[in-house]
């Protein structure tokens, strides 16, 4: 094979592993986002789960569902709080362990790109030497 | 700390430093903004909480208007001014005496006034790596300016 076919190859090696490293940082900014809005999410139903505990138990909880207000069990109310922040907490852990995966393809990613990039210029200094 | 930190800024290089300084500008101002919404937010706590002091001053069976749209205000009467509806959050809202309503947004308030505060500390301490980044920035451009 000769020099210059060797070096397309390993120039369009370059950019197919740089667009996929591009990929790579978008899913890791769209992780941030979700996780941002879940962790919000998590403190506001926390700061709910406070304030019914300390009802009494025959206050009155309504629930707000599109136009209609709706009147809880206090009961029901809590379950279903704490049924949520356990949801929550779980999307969070997975987001978290999806993002470790993410970040480490991505050093992978531009290790290799990195390694590539010494031999495509090593490559052209030895072309323009002959 | 600040010590610390400009030695290392001292051993980057200009572009190092030139990140170093952007990245803490951003956080100063996205940490400014938090500051201004918790501000915002504590602010409407307690013209909530001077309503509802004036609200349990009223009698009830007293006449007044309520606002049905921006423009729109129906004539009613006062009915019980000693319950309240509170929103908590996710949709969720608790009856409450006037009393326990006021507590509830003292509470919040002081919540609020807080988190502010452990804020401020925070945003001081990046403000003080920006500066110190834009100081060490400035002393590198003009060490290199004259040598060229």
């Given at each position: 094979?000769?020099?210059?076919?060797?070096?397309?190859?390993?120039?369009?090696?370059?950019?197919?592993?740089?667009?996929?490293?591009?990929?790579?940082?978008?899913?890791?900014?769209?992780?941030?986002?979700?996780?941002?809005?879940?962790?919000?999410?998590?403190?506001?139903?926390?700061?709910?789960?406070?304030?019914?505990?300390?009802?009494?138990?025959?206050?009155?909880?309504?629930?707000?569902?599109?136009?209609?207000?709706?009147?809880?069990?206090?009961?029901?109310?809590?379950?279903?709080?704490?049924?949520?922040?356990?949801?929550?907490?779980?999307?969070?852990?997975?987001?978290?362990?999806?993002?470790?995966?993410?970040?480490?393809?991505?050093?992978?990613?531009?290790?290799?790109?990195?390694?590539?990039?010494?031999?495509?210029?090593?490559?052209?200094?030895?072309?323009?030497?002959? | 700390?600040?010590?610390?930190?400009?030695?290392?800024?001292?051993?980057?290089?200009?572009?190092?430093?030139?990140?170093?300084?952007?990245?803490?500008?951003?956080?100063?101002?996205i940490l400014q903004d938090s500051l201004n919404n918790i501000r915002t937010a504590?602010?409407?706590?307690?013209?909530?909480?001077?309503?509802?002091?004036?609200?349990?001053?009223?009698?009830?069976?007293?006449?007044?208007?309520?606002?049905?749209?921006?423009?729109?205000?129906?004539?009613?009467?006062?009915?019980?001014?000693?319950?309240?509806?509170?929103?908590?959050?996710?949709?969720?809202?608790?009856?409450?005496?006037?009393?326990?309503?006021?507590?509830?947004?003292?509470?919040?308030?002081?919540?609020?006034?807080?988190?502010?505060?452990?804020?401020?500390?925070?945003?001081?301490?990046?403000?003080?790596?920006?500066?110190?980044?834009?100081?060490?920035?400035?002393?590198?451009?003009?060490?290199?300016?004259p040598a060229t």
């Open positions: 094979m000769s020099s210059s076919t060797v070096l397309r190859e390993l120039q369009r090696d370059f950019e197919a592993k740089s667009n996929d490293l591009s990929k790579l940082q978008k899913d890791i900014a769209k992780n941030h986002q979700v996780r941002k809005k879940y962790t919000i999410q998590l403190g506001e139903n926390e700061l709910v789960l406070k304030e019914l505990d300390i009802l009494n138990e025959d206050a009155n909880v309504y629930k707000l569902i599109g136009p209609v207000l709706v009147k809880q069990d206090l009961a029901e109310a809590n379950a279903n709080v704490r049924k949520r922040i356990e949801y929550i907490s779980a999307e969070l852990k997975r987001l978290d362990g999806n993002l470790q995966d993410l970040e480490e393809k991505q050093n992978s990613k531009k290790e290799a790109m990195f390694k590539l990039q010494e031999r495509i210029q090593s490559l052209q200094a030895g072309k323009a030497k002959a | 700390m600040a010590a610390a930190a400009a030695a290392e800024m001292e051993k980057m290089s200009v572009e190092q430093v030139k990140a170093v300084k952007e990245q803490a500008d951003m956080e100063v101002n504590t602010s409407r706590l307690e013209v909530a909480s001077s309503a509802l002091e004036d609200l349990s001053l009223r009698p009830k069976g007293k006449k007044l208007l309520v606002p049905l749209t921006a423009s729109l205000y129906v004539p009613g009467t006062l009915d019980d001014a000693d319950k309240v509806l509170v929103d908590v959050g996710t949709g969720y809202f608790i009856e409450k005496t006037t009393a326990e309503g006021k507590d509830y947004c003292d509470r919040k308030i002081n919540l609020l006034r807080s988190n502010f505060d452990q804020l401020v500390e925070v945003a001081a301490k990046k403000k003080s790596i920006a500066d110190e980044a834009a100081v060490i920035l400035q002393a590198k451009l003009k060490h290199l300016a």
